[in-house]
């Protein structure tokens, strides 16, 4: 069984910081960030190859969200947080051909089940 579980959630003010964890990631999986608010698709939001030898964000988090994973976890780190980046953020797990093709969420096939993200202004 394969099992993904997001943590670290929570609300905070505009400008603020949190890390968000995801327990269960194998290292030889890509493995990436999506968020999603009510009335919006769900939208790639950073990834790690295998290995984590390289990293892609979206252009709307770059220079403010960290993507990064050890053995069996992998996080965000998310700062300077924007009213805009509220969502339900879930971790996602896919072959490493993922990694390449995009922040595309069909290419991933282990999900989590999400963790809440309220940023206020």
């Known amino acids: 069984q394969e099992q993904l579980v997001e943590s670290g959630g929570g609300s905070v003010q505009a400008g603020g910081s949190l890390r968000l964890a995801c327990a269960g990631a194998?290292?030889?999986?890509?493995m990436a960030w999506f968020r999603q608010a009510p009335g919006h698709e769900r939208e790639g939001v950073a990834s790690?190859?295998?290995?984590?030898?390289s990293t892609s964000y979206a252009d709307s988090v770059k220079g403010r969200f960290t993507i990064s994973r050890d053995s069996d976890t992998l996080y965000l780190h998310m700062a300077n947080l924007k009213p805009e980046d509220t969502a339900m953020y879930y971790c996602?797990?896919?072959?490493?051909?993922?990694?390449?093709?995009?922040?595309?969420?069909?290419?991933?096939?282990?999900w989590g089940q999400g963790t809440q993200v309220t940023v206020s202004s």
């Open positions: 996602a797990g896919g072959p490493g051909s993922a990694c390449i093709e995009g922040l595309h969420d069909a290419r991933y096939n282990v």
């Open positions: 194998k290292y030889t999986y890509c």
């Open positions: 790690v190859y295998p290995g984590a030898t």
